[in-house]
């Protein structure tokens, strides 16, 4: 299901399913998860099923009414509460069957395959956006569905296959490529958090000589997008995951890869140097847009959930009533701004802190620090590229919303981590076998000893005993 869902990905896009098309797929993983005798979760997941547990508790401040804000009508909040809840359950339903799914029924590097695949049609994405953002067409879900349901406004800009979005940042009307995602920022949280899925199917242990041979001219083909999506938080996200990567092969001793890096970076410049993309990014720094209405943003929602309900926060984005400066107020052709978005909106962690408050934010990140601090460990060329996300999410977090796609794009980054976890390689040396204590990484609650899954390689390791064949009980895999 997986490998359709994911090599199809452009045409799932074109029926109106290339969003809500990651919840169909979590349905039918469920599916196998729910017929496993046993299913293995990951150390630390005590801390995500902490945050599931907030989650639905916030469920119960949705209709509170706060003042400044404006008050629910209809059911519309709990359908939104609903849709965001949906994501995250989902995430979690990819991260443990990716888990416990065997390597020979889908191997690690099948999945990395498909991730960079899915960078590739991203970055094609992004010449769509800028060269024909002007085609429009219908997904084949709004010809068939009926007006009423298709015009429910989150639905629609889910199922809607745009190719840019047009916002005046510069001064002016511009593109800001989106395809095949949702909005231009979302394409930025999907090109960094893809970007190391690519790195590694087309210049690790596995990738064949016409890859290796290909992977310079496409990774050169792939700046412009990056620069037409006047993305700011994807340039720091580049630079800093960048920068880690460097760190960790100077540390391996892989000095001539850091020398094609560096060569890499060098031909980036030059063709930014001779071309007006330099131009646009001059451009965007002199232009910061929306600095402003974003601190104002986060500072209202950090205010307003402290003051109201710190621990589980209001359980959806809400709306100000007016403006940041009047009740009154709202957009005006002096200040289009003045209107600002739903509070809780304009970046994940905002987004978090708001809807579940302090213990449910803190239990989210505290299960992504446990579970990438773990992967660090690993020295293998997986290991490196998979925590390499890890490192652009913890700077694309504050202004990106992740809660989507994206999320399952860490999840499964996570996942790959955590079978290697498993297999017990990378843990000291990144060459494989087992663990410091001499047994496999993936600890058992059911039987107390250590989990045989499988033989590893030393790129990415196995799963191998599999979700439909092990006796009943759940296992915590990971280190006691």
């Not at 299901?1 to 809500?20: A, D, E, K, R, S």
């Not at 909040?77 to 965001?84: P, Q, V």
């Not at 510069?170 to 995602?181: D, I």
């Not at 996200?237 to 970076?265: K, P, Q």
Request: hydrophobic letters at 50%.
């Amino acid at each position: 299901m997986l490998t359709v869902f994911f090599v199809g990905f452009p045409l799932w896009w074109l029926v109106g399913l290339g969003q809500l098309g990651h919840l169909l797929v979590a349905v039918v993983l469920a599916g196998y998860l729910l017929k496993a005798r046993r299913v293995a979760v990951p150390a630390g997941f005590g801390l995500w099923l902490l945050f599931l547990v907030v989650l639905a508790v916030s469920a119960v401040t949705i209709w509170s009414p706060i003042p400044g804000l404006v008050p629910a009508v209809g059911g519309e909040r709990i359908l939104t509460y609903g849709f965001w809840a949906a994501w995250f359950l989902t995430a979690m339903i990819f991260l443990l069957y990716l888990g416990n799914v065997p390597e020979a029924h889908l191997p690690t590097h099948r999945v990395v395959d498909m991730m960079a695949w899915l960078f590739l049609i991203t970055v094609a994405g992004g010449y769509a956006g800028q060269f024909l953002w002007h085609v429009d067409f219908p997904s084949l879900l709004e010809v068939v569905l009926p007006a009423s349901v298709r015009d429910i406004n989150l639905l629609s800009i889910m199922i809607h296959p745009g190719l840019a979005q047009v916002q005046d940042i510069l001064g002016f009307e511009a593109p800001r490529p989106k395809a095949p995602w949702t909005y231009a920022n979302g394409w930025g949280a999907s090109y960094g958090l893809l970007l190391p899925f690519f790195v590694l199917a087309f210049t690790g242990p596995r990738a064949s000589v016409a890859r290796r041979v290909a992977f310079v001219p496409l990774l050169l083909l792939a700046i412009p997008p990056v620069i037409f999506t006047l993305n700011r938080g994807l340039w720091a996200g580049l630079a800093v995951m960048a920068g880690y990567v460097a760190i960790r092969l100077a540390l391996r001793g892989r000095f001539l890869v850091l020398a094609l890096l560096a060569g890499l970076s060098v031909a980036a410049g030059v063709i930014l140097a001779r071309t007006p993309l330099a131009e646009i990014i001059l451009a965007r720094l002199d232009n910061p847009h929306s600095n402003q209405g974003r601190t104002n943003l986060a500072v209202t929602a950090v205010r307003t959930v402290l003051e109201h309900s710190p621990l589980v926060g209001l359980g959806t984005p809400r709306a100000l009533e007016g403006n940041f400066f009047s009740a009154a107020g709202g957009a005006t052709e002096s200040c289009p701004q003045c209107s600002p978005p739903q509070l809780g909106t304009q970046g994940s962690f905002w987004f978090l802190l708001f809807t579940t408050g302090l213990l449910g934010a803190g239990f989210f990140c505290a299960f992504l620090l446990r579970r990438y601090a773990s992967g660090m460990r690993q020295g293998t060329s997986l290991g490196i590229a998979m925590t390499a996300t890890g490192i652009y999410l913890a700077v694309v977090i504050w202004v990106y919303d992740i809660v989507g796609s994206s999320l399952v794009t860490v999840m499964i980054a996570l996942a790959l981590l955590w079978r290697a976890e498993r297999a017990g390689t990378g843990a000291r040396d990144g060459t494989g076998g087992s663990s410091r204590d001499g047994r496999s990484s993936a600890g058992s609650i059911a039987d107390g000893d250590g989990d045989r899954v499988g033989d590893g390689h030393p790129d990415g390791g196995a799963a191998g005993a599999g979700i439909w064949r092990e006796p009943a009980g759940v296992v915590r895999a990971g280190p006691r």
